[in-house]
């Protein structure tokens, strides 16, 4: 079994609410709330759940853009948390992050060789100053972009030719772990494919390991190795690939898979689509017991009071972590895999 690269112990994110004239605080958000998983050397973790369960905080969390309220993140065998200095300016090379909207996350003023080059200026020990130009040319030559374009502004790129140039800014450094936040959301189908083909060939020819957040399950699907379901602020089921989509066993990630389109026509009649009822709740007040008991179909008296660890449950199979009192598999019918809609669009353009 490979090493962990980065190993996250009940991480905890509370934001402050304040009111009144005197601006006490009168609340928390419960963004992240006790999560605990292991990133592999090599691998790739899909973190899915619906907007607002705390994706985005946890990876701000990883790469310490935040410090938690409590819990810890050991990062390459190093406490990250305790880090100061010269060592966590070290560290913070190792950890990448490729945002969003590549509309808004790159600066229009700037000519792309300078966005692909600005680490370099962070970490001006990396690449020597004469090196940079052609530095910047071999990223966006590796990204499938023309090293001619350096001196062109993000607004003369597509969508898809923009997330490039954030890829390329995610990789400068060389580091051993990129966190993608939602990296092709805001891209057509058909580029979120040529956009997910080369990071995985990215992956394969620099080592790294990937933490994939979504909000959609079948943009993670063929990426993944493993996959983990948040629902407000907590883990609700963490396993293989195979596990999640095959065998799932919290009723939650079953809702989600459910509503996930199926390519085949003769299989479409055949689903059948959990719908679950309400909205999410908020995390500032947070449902007691199972987060998910105001929604779930399967709820229980015991829901509403026993908060279900993440454990180790049988799915039919084998065993994976689910956090469900009445963990139980269910097969959902085959939903589609994103990089099958274009598999030749490896390094074509985007
Ligand atoms: N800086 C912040 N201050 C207060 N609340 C925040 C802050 N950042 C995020 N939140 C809240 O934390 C929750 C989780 O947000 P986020 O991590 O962005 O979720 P996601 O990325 O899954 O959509 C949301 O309710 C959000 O409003
Ligand atoms: S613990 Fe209860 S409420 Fe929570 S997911 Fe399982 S059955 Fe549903
Ligand atoms: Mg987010």
Same mark, same amino acid.
């Given at each position: 079994?490979? *090493?962990?690269?980065?190993?996250? /112990?009940?991480?905890?994110?509370?934001?402050?609410?304040?009111?009144?004239? %005197?601006?006490?605080?009168?609340?928390?958000?419960?963004?992240?709330? #006790?999560?605990? &998983?292991?990133?592999?050397?090599?691998e790739t973790l899909g973190i899915v #759940?619906?907007? #607002?369960?705390?994706?985005?905080?946890?990876?701000?969390?990883?790469?310490?853009? *935040?410090?938690?309220?409590?819990?810890?993140?050991? +990062?390459?065998?190093?406490?990250?948390?305790?880090?100061?200095? =010269? $060592?966590?300016?070290?560290? =913070?090379?190792?950890?990448?992050?490729v945002f969003q909207d590549p509309y808004?996350?790159?600066?229009?003023?700037? /000519?792309?060789?300078?966005?692909?080059?600005?680490? &370099?200026?962070?970490?001006?020990?990396?690449?020597?100053?004469?090196?940079?130009?052609?530095?910047?040319?071999?990223?966006?030559?590796l990204v499938g972009l023309?090293? *001619? !374009?350096?001196?062109?502004?993000? !607004?003369?790129f597509s969508g898809g030719q923009r997330q490039r140039i954030g890829i390329a800014?995610g990789i400068?450094?060389?580091?051993?772990?990129l966190?993608c936040d939602e990296p092709v959301s805001a891209l057509d189908v058909s580029v979120q494919a040529q956009v997910v083909n080369l990071m995985e060939k990215l992956q394969d020819e620099l080592?790294l390991?990937y933490i994939f957040i979504a909000h959609d399950l079948s943009v993670v699907r063929h990426i993944s190795d493993?996959v983990?379901?948040?629902?407000?602020?907590?883990?609700?089921?963490?396993?293989?690939e @195979?596990?999640i989509y095959? =065998?799932? /066993?919290?009723?939650?990630?079953?809702?989600l898979l459910?509503a996930v389109p199926v390519p085949d026509?003769?299989?479409? @009649?055949?689903?059948?689509?959990?719908?679950?009822?309400?909205?999410?709740?908020?995390?500032?007040?947070?449902?007691?017991?199972?987060? +998910?008991?105001?929604?779930?179909?399967?709820?229980?008296?015991?829901?509403? /009071?026993?908060?279900? %660890?993440?454990?180790? =449950?049988? @799915?039919?199979?084998?065993? !994976?972590?689910? $956090?469900?009192? &009445?963990? $139980?598999?269910?097969?959902?019918?085959e939903t589609i895999d994103l990089t099958e809609v274009d598999p030749t669009a490896q390094t074509a353009g985007a």
């Open positions: 079994m490979a *090493e962990a690269i980065l190993t996250a /112990t009940d991480l905890v994110k509370y934001y402050p609410i304040k009111g009144g004239v %005197l601006r006490r605080t009168v609340g928390q958000v419960k963004a992240v709330d #006790g999560v605990s &998983f292991e990133l592999l050397k090599g #759940g619906e907007s #607002g369960c705390g994706k985005s905080t946890l990876g701000r969390l990883l790469m310490r853009l *935040e410090e938690p309220t409590s819990g810890s993140v050991v +990062f390459d065998g190093v406490d990250m948390y305790a880090q100061k200095g =010269r $060592a966590m300016r070290k560290l =913070r090379r190792d950890i990448q992050i808004t996350s790159l600066n229009p003023r700037k /000519t792309v060789g300078d966005i692909i080059g600005e680490p &370099f200026d962070i970490h001006p020990d990396v690449v020597p100053k004469k090196g940079r130009r052609k530095a910047v040319q071999d990223l966006l030559d023309n090293p *001619e !374009h350096i001196n062109r502004y993000p !607004h003369q800014r400068a450094l060389n580091p051993k772990v966190i080592g390991s493993r983990g379901v948040m629902y407000l602020g907590k883990m609700a089921e963490l396993g293989e @195979d596990d095959g =065998r799932p /066993t919290h009723p939650y990630t079953q809702a459910s026509p003769t299989l479409r @009649d055949k689903r059948e689509q959990i719908v679950l009822k309400g909205d999410v709740p908020s995390p500032a007040n947070p449902p007691s017991g199972c987060r +998910f008991h105001t929604r779930c179909w399967k709820a229980q008296d015991k829901c509403k /009071t026993d908060l279900p %660890l993440l454990e180790m =449950r049988p @799915d039919g199979a084998g065993e !994976h972590l689910s $956090a469900c009192h &009445f963990a $139980a598999p269910r097969e959902i019918i």
